[in-house]
């Protein structure tokens, strides 16, 4: 049937009907919520640090980088951090990163000497994707990394093992999820770009380009296994967190002058490199642009312009400063010792010209319009499929057997070591972060950070997901995935259920039987049913629809697909952060009390203790 709605409308749908107090919602780096006067802490003209108050307000992003991680573990994970807090710090004119959060959902761990009742024989995988373990050991590792040498708290997370012979087929995660996201904060002034006149100088800052992440963007959608071996090994960029720190103290001694502030407009350096960043940073404000790429650092000088323009070498941004700021701007730059070049110029005209002054031609010179125009809408055309499902068959459960193995689940065991590899208390903005109590154990519900040093207002941030709930019904998978970041939101002093916003994370195994239409409808449920009728937004997200590997092996065709995946992050700004409630029974006086969520229904479908009896 044709259906009046595209899934990115569904979801828009949600802002149209309770924007609140969204500033910025699908069109910049980061969603920008508004926020409240500040007094923020940081250097003067003459260098002396004060407050300075200020109307601030916060930005959240979440998104993944479930490829790379499966190629590369260490490196995907620690760019996917990298890549997120470039979008947070690119946002409008020029924004502050804070703190961030990260998750994992991958297949059976297969530990070997203590393999689990539940995991049975391996089924393998392709040679040039990561082990679940290895993914496990190295890429928490990656982005632990990136965050802790940026300076970066990481005070959010999730994980989930999920491997099952489902329907005559294996469902599971051999390519990874991999979430990176975070909340910042923003000058009220800077939250929009501003207009790029003609002859503004467009810059590179960050570091230099290299034979690396090339073609990372297509081959991330794609089914893992699907792409030549090499090209898949091309596509993993490589991560410099202290590079991309001092790209950061450049961009915030730009916004920390206010009104002077040199930065017209930003755009982060990811999918693409500058072939996709430069053109979009122009573009945006309706202008066009000549380029010279021999003006842009480069370490690999073999590279040809394909791969010199095309390459997604990381810490990277590019901006556009009025002429007569460049060496207010290169001076910044000089001083924390950032590489920066002005790679071309805006012109009125809406051409993309890119030359070569070492082979004399120009190898790009077109419209803009042929390359950003607006694309026509993808049509699928995609059938539902009919569930053929057992019940749960408790049967010879023993209640000592069913705790021990949900106990030892990924998903509901101790995340210690996933926690105490990061640093989550720099920057002395963190109210309230994962190990909590004299005894500090990892049961924190939300994440909270404060808005400066002398308020105790704030932001506040949870996750939800539920995905092995897709196998049985879809559409509820979402609705409680919703759920729960909203009960685990609900630790925070959140005045109203309407000032929450949702980032929404849609993975999904495109074109698989019946997944489509599964996938349509659990964004119905989500975008025209519960969020408005709960009065809640999403204005931001992203989607990964490549959720599925393939190879050959001595059996033949094999194949290990995800259920339909959503992960939503729940934000929402706070009055007062020390009235966020603590998880953590007192010893005199303590009342547990129950309440029923379930509405007297108590369904084990797709919960934990099904998977660790290997049902749905």
Known sequence: EVMDNSLFGMIRNTHKLNPGNTVVAYSDNASIVAGQKTKRFYPQDKGAYA????????????????????????????????????????????????????????????????????????????????????????????????????????????????ELEHADEVRGYHKPIMLAGGVGNISAKHSK???????????????????????????????????????????????????????????????????????????????????????????DAGVGAKFELRNVHNEELGM?????????????????????????????????????????????????????????NNPVDMELSVLLGKPPKMTRDVKSTTKKLSSFDTTNITLKEAAERVLRLPGVADKTFLITIGDRSVTGLVAREQMVGPWQVPVADVAVTLAGYETYNGEAFAIGERAPLALINAPASGRMAIGEAITNIAAAPIMHISELKLSANWMAPAGHAGEDAAMFETVKAVGLELCPALGISIPVGKDSMSMKTVWDDKDGKKAVTSPISLVVTAFAGITDARKTLTPVIQN??????LIDLGAGKNRLGGSSLAQVYCQV
């Not at 005199?588 to 009390?593: G, Q």
Request: hydrophobic share 40%; charged share 20%.
């Open 193 to 283: 770009k501003n207009p790029i006149p003609a002859g503004a100088a467009l810059i590179q800052l960050g570091g230099p380009a290299m034979l690396i992440g090339l073609g990372g963007g297509a081959a991330s959608s794609m089914d893992t296994g699907s792409n030549i071996e090499n090209l898949d090994f091309n596509s993993v960029q490589r991560g410099n967190p202290e590079l991309e720190r001092r790209a950061q103290e450049v961009i915030d001694r730009c916004w920390q002058m206010g009104d002077k502030n040199p930065i017209l407009s930003i755009h982060d350096v990811g999918a693409g490199g500058i072939s996709n960043a430069f053109p979009e940073l122009v573009n």
């Open 304 to 360: 040809s312009p394909r791969e010199l323009w095309s390459n997604e070498a990381q810490e990277r941004y590019v901006m556009a400063v009025l002429p007569e700021n460049v060496e207010l701007f290169k001076g910044l730059c000089e001083r924390e010792r950032c590489p920066f070049a002005v790679v071309g110029y805006a012109t009125e005209a809406r051409h993309l010209t890119v030359a070569d002054s070492h082979f004399g």
């Open 51 to 162: 407050f300075v108050e200020e109307d601030m307000h916060y930005l959240m992003k979440v998104e993944t980088h479930n490829h790379p991680t499966a190629i590369s573990p260490f490196a995907g994970a620690a760019t996917g951090a990298g890549g997120e807090i470039r979008d947070e710090g690119a946002t409008g004119s020029g924004s502050k990163p804070k703190a961030g959060l990260a998750g994992f959902s991958v297949s059976n761990l297969n530990i070997p000497g203590f393999n689990q009742a539940w995991e049975q024989d391996a089924y393998g995988k392709p040679s040039r994707i990561a082990s679940a373990l290895q993914i496990m050991v190295d890429g928490p590792l990656g982005g632990a990394a990136y965050n802790n040498e940026f300076g970066r708290p990481n005070i959010a997370g999730y994980f989930r093992t999920f």
């Open 588 to 593: 005199v006086d303590s009342t547990l009390i």
